[in-house]
């Protein structure tokens, strides 16, 4: 059903397995990308309780956007994820590494954090913390 992200080795990202969850954000510099990230950071609170780390991936080049690192170039994260046609999309990877939402259009930070609370292991962390 959800493919797991056996090749992020390479890429840096596996080093977010068991610890963050992942936002993939596929697209160029577009107004859907800027409306995109205006929505996370309004609700950066949430996003950090969630363990959330967001990555814009462009066509030659990824970024870490939240919390902000550098820039870097590659295509292969770009290739492995993007879908024919699809000009943009937001793509959810839980604290495992599997795929656990896929959007090809504005998420809203209500849907993103109602998908993540309903997860197991989001529940496993809200009664660790109290």
Partial sequence: MFSKFSAL???NLSQHLWKNRIILILS?????????MLAFKTNEKG???RSLIVYHLKSDEYEQVM????????TNLFEKYKQVNVPFEVILIGLDGSIKLR???FLSCEKLFATIDS???R???LKNRN
Avoid: G, L, Y
């Fill in 47 to 49: 996003m950090n309780e």
């Fill in 119 to 121: 997860m197991p292991m």
């Fill in 28 to 36: 160029e510099d577009t107004a859907a990308f800027q409306q995109q």
């Fill in 103 to 105: 959007q090809k259009d």
């Fill in 67 to 74: 919390p902000k690192n550098d820039v870097r170039k590659t």
């Fill in 123 to 125: 529940s496993s962390e």
């Fill in 9 to 11: 080795h390479a890429q």
